[in-house]
Every structure is written in structure tokens, then in C-alpha cells.
């Protein structure tokens, strides 16, 4: 990030580096992105190649450094959210693009159902919008882009200019206060949930302090005590959820065609990683 930062560059899908302790290969392995996903790309359609070693003892390359060049099998995106379970990654090409002149951040005061409506409307226009948190009758819209263009987006959306200093890498990186489990609001025995839906998709009526939503509505972090309510509402809204801290739900169709790759790329399961073996589970 540092080397990019100096040359005017940066990484579109921001992945989170977790106070210090993330890496590019972790990055490529777990294949999360940051709050600015559905705008700028994810992890993945950054990854141009990869040069690694199989459980075969093979040093293998795909991809390329260039987007013209790449050809047969994609099997360089295929790393991306292996966890490192098909081998061990030496070398990754990542696009990357030009930094924005400026970046500015808008509150607005909004109850769940208002504050999808408005990221749904801003999505519609042609505003330079890179990220948005919702936490707390709070929306957060970060834009990106030029002076002119911020101020004709700002005149447009109204709302309060926020000085969001830290915000956006504590949201990336999990630092925000909603992330922390000591907070007093959180339920005995909550766990925190990652849940991809529709954006458009109802919110759940749950306690103010226990949802943060990004995505302009299609990521939601949800802390709960009950797994089965969490399962029944992903369910319902046709969507996906992961308890943090255990393995990567995947469905019976995902799950085949995991194993199936990971006898080919690693038939001794050397790379073995847990977060793949996860019970099936309707996508």
C-alpha cells in the first residue's frame, strides 16, 4: 500500500489489513474486499496471475502480469478465497489504479429502511461513490473523484461533510467500535455474521448497535445469539451467511467441486485448510 501510495496508485478492492498483520498472499487466500466492492471491483478481478507450488511439489504459473496475455483455465482468480487450501501462493500480478485527486465522506441521519432507499437512489446516479456504513441511524457515503465532481455530488445529495479521518480503514479493517464484542449492547453469547444479500433485502429487526451494513445494503454484519434466526433470515432474503471464526459455509454443488480441485492440486492435502471443509450449506 505504502509503495503503490508513492507512485499515485492504490489497490481498488482495498482488502483489510487487520491492524497491521495482513499480507498480499493472506489478502489473495481469504479473498475479502473493503467497503468499496461493488464500485471499484473485487479481489479477484484485480488478480491478473500467480505463480505457485502444489501439493505436487510443482511450481506452477498462470495468468500474467497484463490483462491481454491471460489465457486457458482461470485458475488464478480460482486462488482467490482458497485459503490457501490448493497450494501455496509465491508470487501475485495485481492491477491496480490511479488514486482520486479527493475523497470525501458525507453523513446523513437515517433509520435502516431510509438509508437503503437513499444508497439505492445515489446508486442510480452517476456520483463518484465508493463506499457506504451504516451503523446506529448513521449512513456514511464516501466519493471519490474530482473537486468539481465532489461539490456538484454534494450540492445534489445535501447531507453533512464529515471529517471521517480513520473511519474507512477502521470499517476495513474490523477496528470500528460496532466490531468490537465487549461493546454493553451485545447479547450473551452473540457472535458476529457476515451476511451477502440483496441489497434491496428487508433489514432483520434486531436491537440498535447489533447491524452495520456496507455494500449500499448488500453486506450486512449482524451480531446474534441465535444461529438458527440467522439461517432462517439469510434464507428468506436469498442470501448467505458466515459465522466468523469457523469455516467457509459453502452449498453441496460448491463443496464437490472444492474437493475435486484439491485432489488435483494437492491429493495429500498438504495444504489442508479447514476453513474449506465447512458442512453443507444451502447457498
Known sequence: QQALAQEGQELAADPPLLAGMGTVGNAVASGLSGPGR???????????????ISGRAEVLTFGGQVMKNVAGYDIARLMNGSFGGLGLILEVSLRVRPKPARVMTLMFAAPPLRS??????????????????????????????????????????????????????????HQHD???????????????YRLVVPPAAPMPEEPAGTMAVEWGGGLRWLWH????????????????????????????????????????????QIFYSSMLQAADHAD
Not at 131 to 141: A, D, E, P, S
Open 38 to 52: 461493488p464500485w471499484l471491483g473485487a479481489l479477484r478481478d484485480q488478480v491478473l496471475g500467480v505463480k505457485m
Open 116 to 173: 437503503l432507499e437513499l444508497c439505492r437512489s445515489v446508486a442510480r446516479q452517476p456520483f463518484p461513490l465508493t463506499g457506504t456504513f451504516w451503523c446506529n441511524g448513521q449512513l456514511f457515503m464516501r466519493l471519490s473523484g474530482t473537486e468539481a465532481g465532489l461539490r456538484k455530488a454534494n450540492q445534489h445529495l445535501g447531507g453533512e461533510i464529515y471529517a471521517a479521518g480513520e473511519l474507512w480503514r477502521d470499517i476495513r479493517d
Open 178 to 192: 460496532f466490531f468490537k464484542p465487549s461493546a454493553p449492547d451485545r447479547a450473551p453469547g452473540a457472535a458476529l
Open 225 to 268: 445469539a441465535d444461529a438458527q434466526a440467522v439461517s432462517d433470515y439469510v434464507d428468506q432474503v436469498g442470501g448467505w451467511a458466515w459465522r466468523l471464526g469457523t469455516p467457509w459455509p459453502v452449498d453441496v454443488a460448491t463443496r464437490a467441486l472444492t474437493t475435486r480441485l484439491q485432489c488435483a492440486f494437492d491429493p495429500e
